[in-house]
Nanobody
Framework: QVQLVESGGGLVQAGGNLRLSCAAS????????MAWFRQAPGKEREVVAA????????YYTDSVKGRFAISRDNAKNTGYLQMNSLKPEDTAVYYC????????????????????WGQGTQVTVSS
């Protein structure tokens, strides 16, 4: 069992930066695939980025490539999402998610593959 708690959200002006953190409980987190999703009002939850347990492979949705970076520190049981050059369209609730399913047996963008979710943190980007 893994519990996830996000932090680091807030209000930022367009062009600004934020770093989200996802603190995980449970000693098996280091073996889990991890991802960040977001959900804006009236829209479906969408993947932002995902990372393998080792950190060697990552996935980004097109709209954040070159601006966001996902990483993890397994020794600290923590995942991160560095968000740079934020845009108003990045405004959403951001969720951390994890799954024991191996990367090769899943589609990282598919919300249904993830078993564990945090409560979400609000990110608001003003224009």
């Amino acid at each position: 069992q893994v519990q996830l708690v996000e932090s680091g959200g807030g209000l930022v002006q367009a062009g600004g930066n934020l770093r989200l953190s996802c603190a995980a409980s449970g000693r098996t987190f280091s073996s889990y695939t991890m991802a960040w999703f977001r959900q804006a009002p009236g829209k479906e939850r969408e993947v932002v980025a995902a990372i393998t347990w080792s950190g060697n492979t990552t996935y980004y949705t097109d709209s954040v490539k070159g601006r966001f970076a996902i990483s993890r520190d397994n020794a600290k049981n923590t995942g991160y999402l560095q968000m740079n050059s934020l845009k108003p369209e990045d405004t959403a609730v951001y969720y951390c998610a994890a799954t024991a399913r191996p990367w090769s047996l899943m589609r990282p963008a598919d919300v249904d593959y993830y078993s564990y979710w945090g409560q979400g943190t609000q990110v608001t980007v003003s224009s």
